[in-house]
């Protein structure tokens, strides 16, 4: 008897990660990418799981739930993480990569595995037939967009993603910025340009009045927390970058020995690092005024742009309305995975893939779906798709806020943080030890 077939529409993070384990699954996998024949706003590279900032998988540590389901992904044999493992660059306490290898070896790696047939080919329609899981991400294509839309029987919500301008190394002046990791964390993996107080004010002024890319009459604009543009904070107040993308706290100005009034932070972009993202400046500024205001930051008088900011439509579906544990409820041989789901965040896109690909193979053997406890950060991450309150549904990053409490004495806030992630790796351990008997059994 054949094999059944298992077709997964993106080649992103999500579904990578979701043909890897489905193919460890028993399956045989059907990956759908639409690039090179069409390409989205945001990306420019043919390769599978390409990234648009190199610190895409941020914090390692467990005192953010993010390194919590990190730690957890590497537990399960995740693909995405072994290969940030393989091509990590220096970001102090994040987990940063050279975003050109990482994509490499994702390329790589699912076009020599013998149970996945990677298709280049732009859908435009869900296949009528078979388990599907559509991970086609927050830019899915318009006609697939519309096929979604219909079969959700809900309008897609949306909101803006902002990416952040990047310059050439050699083109930073370090005679007025300096390398530095904030209160000496981490190694000197940053670059940071210091600003007066009038240098900080005069840029704030700037970046409120300056011209912004339009926005289209038809289009609400939304900006997930998360990633607003550099001009949204400005416009917010005058301080707020100051307590917020550029503080300065803990980077003291080796020529004064005092902290500056705000900070510009630079992390290194890839392995070479001869590119740096500006830290938090993503931006929907023209290019013009990009090129105009940024080079009025200390230190960034002569940068070289490698690339400037830009917006793009992110798009995702009401989960709790639609979808149970990744499964479309009104049809389900369909199972979602990544942004589209209302996850935000590429670490985040990973462990639905990793999910759904776990979930597709044993619902089409008539299985019982494995969920993750709900005391992991794979769990938590699941619960939240299926239980958060729908008629405000909004992406998320995972946090620790969507964990079950603890229960017990009362806990400063770092360590109840590092009990939460030490009782999602405990808890972890017997449901992953589960997955892979049943592996070994099939």
Known sequence: MSTPEIAIVGGGLAGCEAAW?????????????????????????????????????????MNNAVGCLKEELRRCNSLIIEAADATAVPAGGAL???????????????EEHPS???????LCDIPEEGTVILASGPLTSP????????????????????????????????????????????????????????????????????????????????????????????????????????????LPDPRTGREPYAVLQLRQDNAHASLFNLVGFQTKLTYPEQKRIFTQIPGLENARFSRLG??????????????????LKASPRLFFAGQITGVEGYVESAACGLLAGIFAPRWQRQEELPLPPATTALGALLHHLREAEAENFQPMNVNYGLFPKLEGRKMKRADRRLAMAERALNDLAPWWQQILEARHDG
Not at 36 to 58: I, Q, T
Not at 96 to 110: N, S
Not at 183 to 211: H, R, S, W
């Open 96 to 110: 940063a990569v050279d975003r050109e290898q990482f994509a490499a070896y994702l390329t790589r790696k699912i």
């Open 143 to 250: 006609a697939l967009s519309e096929k979604i839309a219909a079969l959700t029987g809900e309008e897609h919500l949306y909101f803006y993603d902002a990416i952040a301008p990047i310059v050439e190394a050699d083109s930073i002046d370090l005679s007025v910025a300096w390398k530095a990791s904030r209160y000496g964390k981490g190694g000197d993996d940053y670059i940071n340009c210091p600003m007066d107080e009038e240098q900080y004010k005069t840029f704030v002024a700037d970046l409120v009045a300056a011209e912004k890319v339009p926005t289209r009459d038809f289009e609400k604009l939304v900006h997930f927390e998360g990633c607003m543009p550099i001009e949204e904070m400005a416009e917010r107040g005058e301080m707020t970058l100051a307590f917020g993308p550029m503080k300065p706290k803990g």
């Open 21 to 61: 384990q489905a193919a460890l699954e028993g399956a045989q996998v059907r990956l759908i990418e639409m690039k090179p024949h069409r390409y989205s706003e945001a990306h420019e590279s043919p390769d599978l799981g390409e990234l648009v900032c190199s610190n895409s998988l941020r914090g390692a540590g």
């Open 116 to 122: 996945i047939d990677l298709v280049r080919e732009e």
């Open 310 to 327: 830009s917006m793009h439509r992110n798009t995702f579906i009401n989960a709790p309305t639609c979808l149970e544990n990744l499964q």
